[in-house]
């Protein structure tokens, strides 16, 4: 479940011939300091995935778990902190070394996934946790970061890597059990919804892309694409329809879920978030009315841009809540990503000088280690190191904006710096490197933290990243 808020493994001479076999028709010139940074990145990728292959758990339904310090004492099956995340940036790590360590380390947590899947409704869905003992949750989650959208996701992808037939049965099966909790009067017709769980006395849903309905629609077109479903696709429309309905076409910014209507900015639960999908469906099926949503509520968004002083943009997490985050999930990263592919979707250049606005903004708030507060200016938030809401995240987002001409030079060096902050961040014990999720006041917690979105898994695909991999964006869903 989602919660809000140095040992080297090669020689450099191995490192560069992994750098060198990234490219498909082999090694090609790069500027030095490219390559200085392709060498540093492919480093750090092995760091990371080294230290998961070390620290994982041989669980007795088959495969690898890993426990995540955040959400200890359990072994979670997540895209959050669960086998699924770290699975994902294993297959991040493999795609830019080719060492099968990885790969099989990927495969062992997809193994676990099908060992502890349970049949229902003529699927297959995850509980959030399993356990050793045999103990196990008996809450089951449908969105991205916490359920069965992501879960079924990341078997897919394994699948894509491995050709291994049961992977792909079991993303079906998963996706299967998904459509079966849909509901609403005129689903699949018209506008279907998802609860969160599948708990019969929950009513509580969420409509953002980590916990909610917008991220279950990317899976679904995801998985439309993959299949050629019509079955996939009609789900992600009626899915699409009813956010516009919550939204009013994008005339009103999207509440975060059915508890209280909380109008975030960002992209985890935010209007930036759903502006991302709106932009995604509209790419599908070229329906205007997506197009109107995607282009209203990033308007929204950007009119709540505060000029900060000593230059570029910032956010307010929400209406209620003045306080600015850095990072990607909740945070000025996420909004200037999501202007960045509005700027590519529709051709206009107002989204590329917001998002050079907010990479301004993230520049100067870098700390001269080379990382970001939580909430920069407040010097007692924690510094965090992952995807979600820290320095991985953060620099993907920067250089992001470098490959698209936009402030080049600057943005670069930043995420260099980052880059160097995190190799040098790595602490160590007799299984290798690891990294602590955050410090704050002077105190690191969260050891040895696994996860995509707050660790070792993360860390691994922004450096990835940074040394050719592509494929998904900051919050691991597929990206264009």
């Not at 020689?11 to 028709?25: E, F, Q, Y």
């Not at 279950?216 to 009609?234: E, M, W």
Request: aromatic fraction near 8%; include cysteine.
């Amino acid at each position: 479940m989602r919660l809000t808020s140095s040992v080297l493994a090669c020689t450099l001479v191995a490192t560069a011939v992994a750098v060198a076999s990234i490219s498909a028709g082999g090694p090609q010139r790069q500027p030095a300091g490219a390559a200085r940074v392709s060498t540093r990145a492919l480093t750090t990728v092995r760091l990371a995935a080294d230290s998961l292959v070390a620290r994982h758990r041989k669980m007795p339904e088959g495969g690898w778990a890993w426990r995540s310090s955040i959400q200890a004492p359990h072994f979670q099956t997540d895209r959050d902190v669960g086998a699924a995340s770290v699975g994902e940036g294993l297959l991040a790590a493999y795609r830019v070394t080719g060492d099968k360590r990885y790969e099989r380390a990927g495969v062992a947590a997809g193994d676990f996934l099908l060992g502890v899947a349970e049949p229902a409704d003529g699927g297959l869905r995850w509980p959030d946790w399993a356990d050793p003992d045999g103990g196990r949750s008996a809450t089951h989650y449908t969105s991205f970061d916490d359920g069965a959208a992501g879960i079924s996701d990341y078997l897919w992808r394994l699948f894509e890597v491995t050709h291994e037939r049961r992977f792909r049965t079991g993303a079906l099966a998963g996706m299967k059990w998904l459509v079966a909790q849909a509901t609403g009067a005129s689903c699949p017709e018209t506008a279907c919804m998802w609860k969160w769980t599948d708990d019969p006395g929950s009513r509580v849903s969420y409509n953002g892309v980590g916990m909610g309905q917008a991220g279950i629609v990317l899976v679904l077109d995801a998985f439309a694409d993959r299949t050629g479903s019509r079955v996939f696709r009609d789900y992600a429309r009626a899915g699409a329809a009813r956010l516009r309905e919550i939204t009013e076409n994008g005339r009103r910014p999207l509440p975060r879920g059915s508890e209280g209507a909380t109008f975030e900015t960002g992209f985890l639960s935010g209007s930036a978030g759903a502006a991302y999908v709106f932009l995604e469906r509209h790419a599908q099926d070229g329906d205007p009315a997506d197009l109107r949503a995607a282009q209203r509520l990033l308007g929204w968004v950007n009119d709540r841009a505060v000029t900060a002083t000593g230059g570029g943009l910032r956010w307010p997490v929400a209406e209620d809540d003045a306080s600015s985050a850095a990072g990607f999930e909740l945070g000025v990263a996420g909004i200037a990503w999501v202007n960045l592919r509005a700027a590519r979707a529709t051709g206009d250049p107002a989204y590329r000088t917001v998002a050079r606005g907010a990479g301004s903004w993230l520049r100067r708030v870098q700390t001269v280690e080379g990382a970001w507060h939580e909430l920069p200016g407040v010097a007692s938030s924690p510094v965090h190191v992952g995807l979600d809401s820290g320095t991985a995240g953060i620099a993907w987002v920067l250089d992001d904006l470098a490959r698209s001409g936009i402030d080049p030079a600057a943005n670069r060096r930043a995420v260099r710096s980052a880059l160097r902050r995190l190799q040098s961040g790595a602490a160590s014990d007799r299984l290798g490197s690891f990294w602590y999720a955050n410090t704050a006041g002077g105190r690191a917690r969260l050891r040895a933290e696994p996860s995509w979105h707050w660790g070792s898994a993360g860390i691994a695909a922004f450096a990835a990243r940074l040394a050719g991999w592509s494929g998904t964006g900051p919050g691991g869903q597929s990206a264009r």
